[in-house]
Every structure is written in C-alpha cells, then in structure tokens.
C-alpha cells in the first residue's frame, strides 16, 4: 500500500480544509469554484474554460471510470487543483486506460480527497468566488491562509492567450461513438514541438476551395475550443479551420468563410480585448456568427455591452434555460463566472434569446438585423442529452440564407421567467 500523502486547501478569506492528496506532488493556485455535474470530470479537466481556476466536484463519487484519452476535450488538462470528496482508486470501465490519480500526475495537476465538498460548496455560494491554494501536508492554517492572500490574481488576466492554439489547422473528426477517435490535430501540433509558441500564424490553412462533402466553411477563432464543439460543427456539414485567438480579421476573412464560430474560452471576458475588437470588425462585414460561452461574451463586448462577474458563477450539467423563441426550456451545460449585464445593449438591435430560469441570467443573443447569435452555455455537451442540438442547425441555416435568426417572441415568454429586458 502507498503511504497516503495529505494535503492542505486554504481559501483567502480564512477558510482551512485538510485532505488527502493525489494527483502530482505540487501546488495549486487559483479561484476556487465548484462543478454540479454527476458525471464527466474528464471532460471539465481538460476544459481550457478552467484555467486559472481549482474546481470542486460537488458529486461525492469521483473517480469511477477512470480516464481515456477518446474523451479528451483538449491536449491537456488546465485546471490548477481538482477537489474531491472521494476518490475511486480502481476505476471499472471497459473504456477506462489508466486512474484519475496516474492522469493528474501526468498533467502536473494536484488533487485533494476527503474533505466535506458541501461545506466547501456553501461557503463559496455564501461567500462568493475565492483565491485559493492547495498545499501539499498539513500546513499551519495561517501560514497556508497568507499563501492565498498572496496568491495570483485570476480576475484581469488574459487566460485565452494561455490556452489558444499556437497555429491554425483544419479539423476533419465527426461525431462518433467515442470508440473510433482519431488524434486530435492540435496535439499533433504540440506533440511536434509547438507547445507554447502562441503566434497567430495561419500557415497551412489559407483559403481553398471546399471538399466535396462540405457545405459551409468556418473559421473557429479558439478562445479555449472544446473538441466536441468542432465535431458537431463538422457533423453539420461544415469544413472547419482553426485559429489562434490573436488572428486578425482580415486574415479570418482572407478565408472566405461562410461563417465564423466564436469558441468558450476560460477567465475574465474584459481583459480579452483584443477578440472582441476582431469580433466588431467581422459584424461590420456581416459575416455570419455563432458564439458560445466566452464567444457570447466578446459579441456582448461588440456590441457595445458590458460584462458582470457573478457571485460564485454557473457549473454544471444541470442547468435550465429558457428559449424565448420557442418558449421551450432545455437542461443545458454551463461553465461562466462572468454574465452579460443587463440593460446595456444596443436597444432595437440586439435581444434577449436565451434566460437562465434559475437566477434570470442571460443566456442567449441575437441580433435583429445581421445573421449574429449566441448563447453563454454549451450546446456541444450532452446533458439533455440532445436540448440543444438545434443551435448548430441554427448556425448552417443561417449562413445558407444570411439572414438573422428567429427573433423572440415577448407574447410567448412565461411570466414565471422574469422580464427577460
């Protein structure tokens, strides 16, 4: 038996909690936030959105089918801490290729096991988000609280320019079962010595005519892409290049894309300005837009809008939203520390599509004269499992007739929702 190693998580305002430690042998930094979701802690591991931040699983069990690289959501994991109640050692899963504990070792990420995850959780919903740090054995409480304090800010950084593809590429992968995955183009690009060399170089992937099979040609500018979202775009019909977030708009445009797809990305929306700036100048050429997540922030930015930070933010697979539209409510995937303000858009010109129906949160925009949209959850993630496919077809349907998408109807919007303003 392996001796067990303990490990010390401490929160700046003064809050102490000792575990037992896995994963790497290192410290952890950043904000501490916590994740709803029953299932899929690969897939938020390798989320770029995390970056920056040490997420808390509020389901108790994790652990239990261990790790494969066919659900990898990215080329790495981005997170600074990963903050369990219990971990399962001997994971059981015909899929399954090695241990949560042997994959956060090979990623640098240090884990924490055995704390009361509740107790954590409300506090953070009490209290709001906190600047944390994990430490490895148990440290004086003090000492462990003043390393908080002094620790990185997280608010203010450029977290995309950390976890943007250092070179454009083409992505070819559909959706499948998950059991026939290629190797994803970008760890290519890392495995061939590009790792950390963030130039918003578009070599190699200038614009041709489109495959046969292909429809639609999108640029992804990767804020921080998730996989599975290129594959759905893909699936759709679309011949789907990506590139670094820094890329200029004329250089998206030299493409001649039928439509650009603004990725999630990880951090605060407000120190990303230079995506938003190329995000105005691609609506001012019209170009067809879908948005997610940190996508829909920078439109909200071009748009002249603001952006807020919320109290402790939306995690989870469980989240519902509802469709202004349609009037239907869809269990959606949310990752977002930061919401679009309400009442400083562009009046007449941008609205409301999307709400969240727990807090009354934005979730959805459109606008009324371009073929512009977006919503701050993920569509790409199943929880539904398929609520929010339709967002994608949306997105193909809008660059076949260039025209905006359906606009919401105030009549249809239960009272139960809020005003959605």
């Not at 699983?57 to 790790?67: A, E, F, K, L």
């Not at 992804?220 to 599975?228: L, M, P, Q, S, T």
């Amino acid at each position: 038996m392996p001796t067990k190693r303990y490990a010390t998580l401490a929160l700046e305002d003064g809050e102490v909690f000792y575990g037992t430690a896995f994963g790497a042998p290192v410290e952890g930094y950043g904000e501490v936030c916590f994740n709803t979701s029953m299932s899929g802690y690969q897939e938020i591991l390798t989320d770029p959105s995390y970056a920056g931040q040490m997420v808390c699983m509020t389901y108790p069990h994790i652990g239990n089918v261990g790790v494969n690289r066919q659900d990898m959501e990215s080329r790495k994991s981005w997170v600074g801490g990963f903050i369990v109640r219990e971990l399962t050692e001997l994971p059981s899963n015909f899929r399954s290729q090695e241990s949560l504990d042997a994959f956060l070792k090979k990623q640098g990420v240090p884990g924490l096991a055995g704390i009361d995850t509740r107790r954590l959780t409300k506090h953070l919903r009490d209290k709001g988000a906190k600047r944390g740090v994990l430490l490895q054995g148990k440290v004086d409480a003090k000492k462990a609280v003043a390393k908080a304090k002094a620790s990185p800010a997280y608010d203010g950084v450029d977290w995309v320019a950390k976890v943007t593809t250092p070179k454009a590429y083409q992505w070819k992968e559909k959706l499948s079962s998950g059991m026939d995955k290629i190797a994803p183009p970008e760890l290519d690009l890392v495995d061939k010595g590009l790792k950390g060399r963030h130039s918003p170089s578009t070599a190699g992937a200038t614009a041709r005519p489109r495959s046969g099979q292909a429809r639609y040609r999108v640029v992804a500018i990767d804020c921080g892409i998730k996989y599975n979202i290129l594959r759905n775009l893909v699936s759709q019909g679309c011949e789907v290049y990506v590139v670094p977030a820094q890329t200029r708009a004329q250089d998206i445009l030299a493409f001649k894309p039928d439509g650009v797809f603004l990725s999630n990305g990880p951090g605060d929306p407000n120190a990303v300005t230079y995506v938003a700036a190329t995000v105005k100048k691609l609506i001012a050429a019209r170009t067809p837009i879908f948005g997610i997540c940190l996508g829909h922030q920078m439109l909200t930015l071009a748009f002249g809008g603001k952006m807020g930070k919320l109290k402790f933010g939306h995690r989870g697979g469980n989240q519902p939203v509802g469709d202004r539209a349609s009037g239907r409510v869809e269990v959606s995937s949310q990752n977002h520390g930061f919401a679009t303000v309400r009442g400083t858009l562009p009046k007449g010109l941008v609205s409301v599509s999307h709400n969240g129906l727990n807090d009354q949160v934005i979730e959805g925009l459109c606008h009324s004269k371009l073929p512009v949209f977006s919503v701050q959850y993920h569509p790409e993630a199943s929880p539904g499992p398929h609520d929010s496919n339709y967002l994608f077809r949306r997105f193909t349907e809008m660059m076949r007739t260039k025209k905006p998408v359906v606009q919401p109807k105030k009549k249809s919007f239960p009272k139960a929702w809020g005003t959605g303003k």
